[in-house]
């Protein structure tokens, strides 16, 4: 914020207004210079879009202290800011320029607009609820609430009453001024005060419509002051005390009088010779003058003058809101401008901060100390750059946990401890370029995500990404759809609230080495022992070449040597076993069993069963062994106690088994049937049981329906018995 000085007193401009008047084709143009600009770097917007496209008329606070109605062109519009939110709230385009607005409510919902061809519009919190016209030319209204009644001013010497609660005109007042510049209604009893275009004021009764008296203001400054025009009456305003008002003229005096008086108590020249825009009263005591160069605020008791706000852009309108030191200037630029004066009043409730923003340039009262052209170097960073040895001079200045250095001289000293940063710094640039050339290449990238990364790139590779060359264009197409829908869904699992967890939370994590995780995987289990034998093939064992122990070690000694060997033996044969172990999808995951376990397993089941258990041997071994010889061995363990007809049990390496059946169904017996013998069916002998008679249905003895029927159809006819008769033609 800038601060300027006038009288001793403090004024912050909080906007910024030296940008307002460049056309926005050159600010969007002149934007990379804003960069530059202090004044531009240091602003506050303390309502966002508080500005018109070319310039502001009128601005009023509403009743509630809650909304900013405002009204400026170009085009003729209407906006509304939010003050709890510090923004616009909604603007609305008319025809014509606005001249002046009453607020009908306590918020911004009715308001009635005199505008400029000589139209009369009333507004509502939809738009533009009812259009009228007057006679002549406006250029002030007012509204008296007791009545309902609006009064309207302007190139005529008549004042328009409308009465919004009859909805028509009513009898004008006829004053006599030939025109009349401005209107207002005493806020304390209702009297209302014409200024007209001859210097005299009238003032009238608002119910018995009649006149109560006449003020010349000109006669009294053309005896008393040197004047160059006729003054003529600009602005009234009356003070909520009901006796005190002020007037302000064409010739740039403001004078104030007491109802009860015909001179007036002051009489203050703002020594311009312009036209009086504003007028109005602060509970401090102050009177509030604008004309269209400056806004001069000074003692209502002496006419000293406290301070003066010189905007950049000419005065159109000047709102205060209540008792606060926050001045806001409807004028000829873009921006509405907003100045803050601690000594005049607090900061409004809704932007508070204010307050602290001050306090803080209050303690820092020269501003801020730029370092543009310094850079901020450590201790090491001096140590490194041989410049320790100016601590303490005025070259370095002290600064937090570093020291601001004299930027050109950083670059030389830089330069001279490393003379080649410049090849450091070619090649470094050479090889970004050449990674930035790779990044534009076509390749396919995989975004994984940190939690189970394998169960998402299995997702991605069930997209069928493979064999497309050797198919039709139908089927790759119909494959290549399928992939982006499966990258789809893919991105969609991420994405959902149910789902997303599972690649986000490490709680999710997938446990790959448990059982379950390998029976419900079966094909990743292969593919891993695959990749396990495919490393192990490329190593071979090595003979490390140690010693042996000699005898006068210690028990110790060998004990650990002995140890280390069947460690050794144990680690080959376990690596044999895992090579001669085939997975099959088809069977259950087993726990292999290692080769020491397997002895051991089959020494116990020796000395129980017998010998019922083929040792275990090599494939060379087994290949030898011929079928007949596996035969009689089986019928020597017929008589063990491995079950019903088993002939042989045989337990493999890594958990393999194998057992031999031999049909039974010769030693089965013999279930006869009714009246049969025993010797008629071969008797168990051989063959014989060939003999036997084979069953037909004639055993089943089923009765017959349908009696008389004779032939081919007798049989299907009983047959069909049940369902009527059957289908069989009888004889």
């Known amino acids: 914020m800038q601060v300027s000085h006038q009288n001793n007193v403090k004024i912050y401009s909080v906007t910024s207004g030296a940008k307002s008047a460049i056309p926005d084709w050159l600010a969007k143009r002149s934007q990379k210079s804003l960069k530059n600009d202090l004044e531009w770097r240091s602003r506050i917007e303390l309502i966002q879009d508080f ?176 004047l160059d025009s006729f003054p003529e009456v600009t602005s009234l305003e009356f003070h909520n005390d009901g006796l005190t008002f002020g007037v302000g003229t064409s010739t740039g005096h403001v ?52 301070t003066a706000i010189e905007p950049p852009h000419d005065i159109n309108d000047v709102n205060i809101p209540d008792d606060s030191g926050l001045v806001l200037i409807a004028n000829e630029g873009v921006q509405i401008q907003t100045y803050y004066v601690p000594q005049l009043g607090p900061a409004p409730k809704w932007c508070p901060f204010l307050d602290n923003l001050t306090e803080e340039m209050e303690e820092n009262p020269n501003g801020i100390t730029l370092y543009d052209d310094y850079k901020f170097v450590t201790r090491k960073e001096l140590s490194r750059l041989a410049l320790d040895h100016l601590v303490g001079t005025n070259v370095l200045k002290a600064y937090m946990h570093g020291f601001f250095l004299d930027l050109r001289l950083y670059n030389k000293a830089k330069a001279i401890a ?61 494959k290549r759809i399928s992939k982006n829908k499966k990258k789809a869904e893919m991105g969609d699992l991420k994405a959902d609230d149910r789902f997303k967890n599972l690649f986000e939370d490490e709680d999710f994590q997938i446990d790959e080495n448990s059982a379950e995780w390998k029976l419900h995987h079966p094909s990743e289990v292969k593919n ?107 019928s020597r363990d017929a008589g063990n106690d491995l079950g019903r007809n088993v002939l042989n049990f045989n337990a493999g390496s890594a958990g393999n088994k194998s057992i031999t059946f031999r049909p039974s169904h010769f030693k089965r017996p013999t279930r006869l049937r009714t009246g049969e013998d025993k010797n008629e069916i071969g008797g168990g002998g051989g063959g014989g049981g060939m003999n036997r008679k084979k069953r037909g249905v004639g055993e089943l003895r089923l009765r017959s329906v349908g009696g008389g029927m004779r032939g081919r159809g007798g049989s299907r006819g009983g047959r069909g018995g049940g369902r009527g008769g059957g289908r069989g033609r009888g004889r």
Not at 532 to 560: H, I, M, Q
């Open 255 to 306: 004078l104030l009088y007491d109802l009860r008086r015909m001179e007036p108590l002051i009489v203050k020249d703002h020594q311009y010779g312009l036209p009086i825009k504003h007028v109005s009263f602060h509970p401090t005591g102050n009177v509030v003058s604008a004309d269209t160069k400056v806004v001069r605020i000074w003692n209502k008791e002496d006419g000293k003058l406290f």
């Open 528 to 634: 891993k022992t695959q990749r396990t034998l495919a490393s192990l093939e490329n190593f071979k064992k090595v003979d490390d070449g140690r010693p042996e122990s000699d005898e006068d070690g210690g028990e110790y000694d060998d004990d650990s040597d002995r140890n280390r060997e069947e460690d050794d033996e144990l680690n080959s044969e376990e690596e044999e076993a895992i090579s001669k172990f085939k997975f099959d999808p088809r069977k259950p995951t087993v726990k292999p069993v290692l080769p020491h376990q397997l002895k051991r397993q089959q020494e116990l089941a020796a000395k129980k069963k017998g010998l019922s258990l083929y040792e275990l041997q090599d494939d060379k071994e087994k290949k030898a062994v011929s079928f007949a010889d596996r035969m009689k061995a089986a």
């Open 418 to 478: 490393n003379p080649f940063e410049f090849e450091e710094f070619r090649k470094k640039r050479i090889a970004e370029k050449l990674q930035k050339e790779r990044k534009t290449r076509i390749h396919a990238t995989r975004k994984l995500p940190k939690v189970n990364a394998g169960f998402a790139l299995r997702l991605l590779k069930g997209t069928g990404e493979a064999g497309e060359d050797s198919e039709d264009e139908e089927e790759v197409g119909k």
């Open 51 to 226: 500005q018109f496209p070319e310039a502001s008329l009128k601005l009023k606070f509403t009743r509630d202290r809650k909304h900013i109605v405002a009204t400026g062109v170009y085009k003729p519009q209407i906006r509304v800011f939010d003050l709890a939110e510090l923004s616009m709230k909604f603007d609305r385009h008319t025809e014509s320029e606005n001249v002046a607005f009453e607020l009908l409510s306590d918020d911004w919902t009715k308001s009635v607009h005199l505008q400029a061809d000589r139209t009369v519009e009333f507004h509502s919190q939809y738009g533009m609820h009812y259009k009228t016209r007057i006679p002549k030319f406006g250029r002030d209204l007012a509204y008296y609430h007791p009545t309902c009644d609006t009064f309207f001013c302007g190139s005529s010497s008549e004042i328009y009453r409308l009465n919004l609660e009859q909805g028509r005109f009513l009898n004008s007042f006829v004053t006599q001024s030939p025109a009349v510049n401005t209107i207002r209604v005493n806020p304390a009893h209702g009297l209302i005060g014409a200024g007209g275009e001859d210097g005299a004021i009238e003032f009238w009764h608002p119910t018995e419509r009649r006149v109560l008296g006449r003020l010349d203001v000109a006669k009294y400054l053309s005896i008393h002051e040197e």
